[in-house]
């Protein structure tokens, strides 16, 4: 019996957490396969993506790029007898939803639902949104049940109507915070059927942090930061925080990270007269950012609520930062708080507040001690709380539970 999992693109250097998943499970023994709504985009790619096996189905990106596909699916799958209830779905979507990508999902669904592999089991969407919704029609129209992991912006910036069909549908619903699955279980018919599953690290994959080398003097402090330049990682308040720290705080910062807001950055960069310290490093392997963290003195993240209602869940970035034992100043949006303790593993300050992190930040570059003693003691804490392993155990239990497969 073989899963399907639904993800929007595959593989995507943002989306390190699926990728240890998913090959976390195909170490356990599931049967995997994988159906990306999208093309591939990055140039690069994890050293883990290519120890994953599961084989992918790229489905039509864009509908009219494949109309032969798209049409020989639908004329299959129309006369299955869960396409009626499928298109009825749709089509109550689409009255509230008068969208292209609405469409797109449909079509796609057909097609997913037309190659599935004989003997899939079960459809596991990653994000609520659009993953979400082809996975539904197409587990509508094969007759299988479906599931989802949900995570940020797939969970704040769906509509509430959507969220609320969904999980009245689904068989259960994860998250990767306790601040999404109290939202989410308001929402759902029963709350049992969400529930939090923190996504964690294999350690394996990030070994313990060496002794950093004795800094000279006269070095600068090293800040990095490694998010996508988008706005609920509140780059721009960032920024605006480092040209608040004082004139003779010795200091450079490193940016990992692809995104469309890189050139305003820069601008702004620019006109604060902050270029000189700073380096954009565009998107970057695991292994570099393993470089980066090693080398790295203070780890920031500025999240915060986006103006569209999107904004961070856990990010493992934040994980990975502390696993290297690097002292973390980050904002208290969304669920950072459940890893973060604010002046004992790391410093949190107000989203949307530049002047409270650049306080952050100036302490900690000013505070070789307070960040060795935040460093450490964040170790500690995410290697002792947020281990891959108890979270893939709990998802493995979840998928080996007695499913009726789809006739060959």
Known sequence: MT????????????ETFIAQEIL???????????????????????????????????L????????GRVFKAWSRVRGRPGYAAARQAFLADLKRDRTRNRVRRFGQACVLADELPAGTSRLYAHFLHTPASVARYAALIVGLPWSCSAHAK???TTPRWEIEEKLEELDWL???????????????????TVSLLYHGLDFSRFPAMPAKKTKDSGDPVRILSVGRAVPKKGYDDLLAALALLPDHLNWRFH??????????LRGQADRLGLSDRIEWAGPQSQEAVLAALRDADIFTLAS??????????????????????????????????????????????PPGEPAALAEALGQLIGDPELRHRLGEAGFHRVRSNFSLEAGIDTLAARFGETEQPVAA
């Not at 899963?3 to 943002?14: E, M, N, T």
């Not at 994860?174 to 049992?192: D, H, K, N, R």
């Not at 940016?255 to 305003?264: D, F, R, T």
Request: charged residues 15%; glycine residues 10%.
């Open 174 to 192: 994860v998250t990767c915070t306790a601040f999404g699955a109290a939202y989410l279980s308001q929402l759902a018919p029963t709350p049992e």
């Open 304 to 349: 915060k609520i986006a103006a569209d209602g999107d904004r961070d869940g856990l990010p493992n970035v934040l994980m990975e930062a502390q696993s290297q034992a690097v002292a973390v100043a980050a904002t208290a949006a969304a669920g950072i708080p459940e890893l973060i303790i604010d002046g004992e593993t790391g410093l949190l300050s």
């Open 60 to 67: 039509p990106e864009y509908l009219h790029d494949e109309p």
């Open 3 to 14: 899963i399907c999992v639904v993800l929007k693109g595959y593989p995507r250097l943002s």
């Open 255 to 264: 940016h990992i990270g692809g995104g469309g807001l890189l050139e305003a």
């Open 24 to 58: 976390a499970l195909q170490q356990r023994g599931l049967a995997l396969t994988i159906a990306s709504l999208r093309h591939p985009t990055d140039t690069q790619t994890h050293p883990i993506h290519r120890d994953i096996q599961a084989p992918v189905n790229y």
């Open 154 to 156: 797939d969970i704040w």
